[in-house]
């Protein structure tokens, strides 16, 4: 056991840890940290697809490698997280991050490419899953949710950069120096989270893995917890699916958008991020249930509205539907951290786990549904994830207000 676990198992439950502007700042560029690898290939797919002779699915697939891994990996690093603790995995997490990202320098086909993103989302979880556990246990109430709200905001800057980035320097230093710049990107920013991060207070390391197996039982019978991960499966289904091949669809005519054109096309992320820190005041005032109903609402009619031929309008949709995504996934993550009080990095991987195999999941579907019918039956696709995510908040969610 560490210093760090020994003094926090012998004073279990010391006050909660004061907010400082740092302590929000940090937690929002750990986010971006986490994210800004993991999609940023989409702003690149069209390249690819013309370099490596690929058709939507094998290029879609780079996406939902790395989303596949960060799924198979969320609940083993929850566990993990319990028993050793969280500031060293976080920390780690960000530093590793950098190798698979530098190796995407050197790819000579696609297969290594989809095995370097399978890498690269197998170390995300030790960010994600792990900071959501620390914000859950070292604080409480509001604090807890102005943390969680920029946490998510981070992730959505994170999201954006990443696809940004890719897309811009590709038109300047082609993508594979893209990817060096990246991986220095990772490098500097685990240096800043190792000064910043505080080290855990109120952590109690569960190290037997018996442990962990009864949480985890008893998880896999709590209604709070499946029905936030069925509506976290449905919302990264949607995502994935839609800035995945909307790109595909922007960068045929009449659009014939480039790739910095698509890069472009990613700030409209920004306005989320603008957004999702009020998400947290609509959860205090309205409930998590009822903010997720409205924000998958928001969701399904920027979906239908990206059907419209004006590029524009086009644009106002994705940013419409990728707000309701973001205060959807808000308003999960504060559910889960209000009815979750043991085993809350466990709890963590499992929405994960849910959460990135609907982004699995949708990367495949909705590239089928592209070859088949082009952006109109991914449409349908995309639709029917989210009507499927408004009957489990508006069912199985729907008990009490929190």
Same mark, same amino acid.
């Given at each position: ?34 994210? $800004? ?30 989303? @596949? ?47 370097? /993103? ?44 990443? /696809?940004?980035? $890719? ?8 993508? /594979? ?16 989270? @190792? ?20 949480? $985890? ?14 509506l976290g499966f449905c919302v990264l289904f949607s995502l994935v699916g839609c800035f995945t091949y909307i790109n595909l669809y922007l960068a045929a005519p009449p659009y014939d958008l480039s790739s910095a054109g698509l890069a472009n096309i990613f700030t409209v992320y920004l306005i989320g991020m603008v957004i999702t820190p009020v998400a947290g005041r609509l959860i205090s /005032? ?7 109903? $409205? ?100 069912? @199985? ?6």
């Amino acid at each position: 056991m560490t210093t760090e676990n020994f003094e926090t198992a012998a004073l279990p439950a010391p006050a909660p840890a004061s907010l400082t502007l740092g302590l929000l700042l940090t937690a929002a560029i750990t986010g971006s940290l986490a994210f $800004l690898q993991v999609y940023s290939i989409q702003s690149i797919l069209p390249v690819l697809m013309h370099e490596f002779h690929l058709n939507a699915v094998a290029a879609g697939a780079t996406v939902g490698a790395t989303v @596949l891994a960060m799924a198979m990996m969320s609940p083993f690093m929850g566990m993990l997280s319990d028993a050793w603790g969280r500031r060293w995995i976080i920390i780690g997490s960000v530093f590793f991050l950098s190798v698979p990202t530098f190796a995407m320098c050197f790819v000579h086909n696609i297969d290594q490419i989809w095995w370097l /993103r399978f890498l690269q989302g197998l170390v995300v979880p030790g960010i994600s899953v792990v900071l959501l556990a620390y914000i859950g246990e070292e604080f409480d109430g509001i604090a807890r949710v102005k943390l969680m709200s920029f946490y998510v905001s981070g992730t959505v800057f994170g999201g954006f950069m990443g /696809r940004f980035l $890719l897309g811009w320097l590709n038109e300047f230093i082609g993508w /594979r120096y893209a990817f060096l710049f990246m991986a220095l990107l990772s490098v500097a920013g685990g240096v800043l989270v @190792l000064k910043q991060l505080p080290p855990s207070k109120r952590f109690v390391p569960k190290p037997h893995v018996s442990q962990a197996l009864k949480m $985890l039982w008893q998880h896999l019978h709590n209604r709070h917890v499946l029905s936030a991960c069925a509506l976290g499966f449905c919302v990264l289904f949607s995502l994935v699916g839609c800035f995945t091949y909307i790109n595909l669809y922007l960068a045929a005519p009449p659009y014939d958008l480039s790739s910095a054109g698509l890069a472009n096309i990613f700030t409209v992320y920004l306005i989320g991020m603008v957004i999702t820190p009020v998400a947290g005041r609509l959860i205090s /005032r309205f409930g998590a249930v009822r903010t997720a109903l $409205l924000a998958v609402a928001l969701s399904v009619f920027g979906v239908l509205l990206t059907l419209d031929s004006h590029l524009w309008l086009v644009i106002l949709a994705l940013v419409m539907m990728s707000t309701g995504v973001f205060i959807t996934q808000a308003s999960t993550l504060n559910y889960i951290a209000h009815h979750v009080t043991e085993g809350r990095s466990l709890a963590s991987g499992l929405y994960y786990m849910a959460y990135y195999g609907g982004g699995t999941v949708g990367a495949f579907l909705c590239g089928h549904a592209f070859e088949i019918g082009g952006w109109p039956a991914a449409v349908n696709t995309l639709i029917i994830a989210q009507v499927a995510a408004m009957i489990i908040a508006g069912v @199985l969610m729907a008990k009490k207000k929190i």
